[in-house]
């Protein structure tokens, strides 16, 4: 376990490149961070003066500096201070090389027994019926689905990130109320290494409130911060005529969704499953072709995307269970 000290780029990508377990950092130390209370997982970056005021809570004598320019002058500070011996003192180059590039820890071990075991789920699940398929489209973008859902409709996006989708849902199918559910982490500074929340000082939630203020105030979108299906059953059955799922990927997390959307979501009503693929770890697809298998449901579309983030769209059958 270790203390960081500096978060600027360079450290940033180090994290995003290897596979460094979140519990191999006890601390980050960053002067400018620390004011804006940004959370790195569950640890929050500190100021030097106030890891110095609380050391004795620290376990670690260990110090990792992400500052290559500033490297000499941050050890030597941190040499005055007493508290940590100079062999303990290393550049985070150095501290990299006891961890694997996270290209390697995918294409290694670890992701091929993900693999296999998704093989043999999506194997004992089988495939979706060729009665399922009868009226299926291919569509070439997953907001083509949306001229699908019906005016003046219910609807609710499980999984929002910066709202892109949730534009495109409200343009085209022009919802009498929309739902935007997200875990809304204050501690989230963005996705896929754009940290938009963090570069405007903002959380996600409010990062999203302020692009669809208009929404809001016009009380078309409402937002509801919590994990899926919790938020999910707060809603009365048969409430929904459309939703787009985007959540946690697992086969577990995705189950949990479909059985409470089979609640929720009208007779004939639309789910949107995004990343329909054999993808890493993901389990969507063993557990999409799960519903279709166990409830007769129909596919009306499958929808590309230049990124391999597939959509697939299912007409819910809640009643008749002729597959």
């Given at each position: 376990?270790v ?17 460094i ?9 960053d002067?400018g ?6 959370y790195?997982?569950?640890i ?30 941050i050890?030597?500070?941190?040499l005055?201070?007493?508290?940590f011996?100079?062999?303990n ?5 150095e ?5 694997p590039?996270t ?5 290694g071990?670890v ?28 569509l070439n ?12 409709s ?13 534009k ?8 009498r ?6 875990m ?8 896929w ?8 000082n ?8 302020q ?13 509801r911060?919590?994990i ?15 939703v ?8 577990n ?9 089979k ?5 004939g ?19 999409v072709?799960?519903?279709?298998r166990?409830t ?8 590309l ?19």
């Amino acid at each position: 376990m270790v203390i960081i000290y500096g978060f600027g780029q360079h450290m940033n990508a180090i994290l995003e490149d290897y596979c460094i377990p979140i519990n191999e950092i006890e601390c980050i130390i960053d002067n400018g961070l620390s004011e804006r209370s940004i959370y790195i997982g569950d640890i929050k970056i500190i100021s030097f003066e106030s890891y110095l005021s609380n050391r004795d809570t620290f376990k670690s004598d260990k110090m990792v500096v992400g500052a290559k320019a500033r490297f000499q002058e941050i050890k030597d500070e941190l040499l005055k201070t007493g508290y940590f011996w100079e062999e303990n003192i290393i550049y985070v180059d150095e501290w990299i090389k006891n961890f694997p590039r996270t290209s390697d820890f995918l294409n290694g071990s670890v992701a091929e027994s993900r693999k296999k075991d998704l093989r043999q789920m999506c194997n004992q699940v089988g495939l979706i019926s060729d009665n399922a398929l009868k009226n299926a489209k291919l569509l070439n973008c997953r907001e083509a689905a949306c001229y699908s859902i019906p005016l003046n409709s219910v609807v609710a996006e499980i999984g929002v990130a910066f709202g892109d989708f949730s534009k495109k849902i409200l343009q085209i199918a022009k919802p009498r109320k929309f739902y935007a559910i997200d875990m809304f982490s204050e501690k989230t500074t963005g996705f896929w290494g754009k940290n938009i929340f963090y570069e405007n000082n903002m959380t996600h939630e409010e990062w999203y409130k302020q692009n669809f203020n208009s929404y809001i105030k016009n009380e078309v979108m409402e937002i509801r911060k919590g994990i899926s299906w919790e938020c999910m059953e707060q809603f009365p059955d048969n409430y929904f005529d459309y939703v787009y799922l985007d959540a946690a990927h697992d086969y577990n997390s995705v189950s949990k969704d479909i059985n409470i959307l089979k609640q929720k979501v009208k007779e004939g009503g639309m789910i949107q499953f995004n990343d329909y693929n054999y993808r890493d770890w993901y389990g969507v697809v063993p557990a999409v072709n799960e519903l279709i298998r166990d409830t007769g449901s129909e596919v009306l579309f499958y929808c590309l995307s230049i990124d391999n983030t597939n959509d697939i769209v299912v007409k819910l059958n809640k009643y008749n269970n002729d597959k």
